[in-house]
């Protein structure tokens, strides 16, 4: 006659696993699974709080670029206003000695025109002529030709000066690269600010262009 009863589960060892034993496992496997999502809670807390200090250290780099960028920007404009009133000082000086009579110089010449905007750092006039010049700690190859462009719209934004002759000069510390000839080429005065005073530094058969 054939055995009726239900075959109790085996274990791996071949034991008989009765329900009590059954249940023990599940409630370990239970326990395991909760230690293991609480350390994954755990990490992903660790993960955010890493990204949030990443993210303060990001936000302290920019507030401190920021501020290395306005000091630039402002220790720039001092410099380049002590450049100003260094050249403006010789001015009178180095273009009388190059045939202009200089009787006035103005700094810092700005306004508005057709809805453009204009400034000319240091302008020196008399009854006939007006020098213009363009003062850079730096001179670059935009400098040079960016002023160039300027001094031909000078009649049209001076209005009150459009009867004189108009020359260019460039005034700068440093050139870089040749600069310094590129300007000369075309026409302006060259004025090399050194220590505590400046020169003009044109070649000597050089002849300034009339804007």
Request: glycine fraction near 6%; hydrophobic fraction near 35%.
């Amino acid at each position: 006659m054939e055995n009726d009863s239900v075959n109790e589960p085996v274990g791996v060892y071949g034991q008989s696993l009765n329900p009590e034993i059954i249940w023990q496992l599940f409630q370990e496997t239970d326990r395991q699974f909760k230690e293991t999502d609480k350390k994954f809670q755990e990490t992903d807390k660790q993960f955010k709080e890493t990204d949030k200090k990443f993210q303060e250290t990001d936000k302290q780099f920019k507030e401190t670029d920021k501020k290395i960028k306005e000091l630039s920007r402002l220790f720039t404009s001092q410099w380049g206003k002590l450049v100003e009133s260094l050249v403006e000082g010789d001015l009178i000086k180095l273009l009388n000695e190059h045939g202009i009579e200089v009787e006035q110089t103005l700094q810092r010449v700005r306004g508005n025109k057709d809805g453009e905007n204009y400034e000319y750092d240091i302008i020196a006039v008399n009854g006939r002529e007006m020098v213009i010049v363009e003062v850079k700690t730096t001179l670059r190859v935009d400098d040079v030709n960016d002023f160039h462009e300027k001094l031909w719209k000078a009649k049209r934004y001076l209005p009150n000066y459009k009867d004189k002759k108009i020359y260019g000069g460039v005034a700068f510390i440093t050139a870089e690269g040749a600069n310094e000839r590129m300007a000369e080429k075309l026409g302006f005065f060259v004025i090399r600010a050194t220590g505590n005073s400046s020169s003009i530094i044109n070649q000597k058969d050089f002849k300034p262009k009339v804007f």
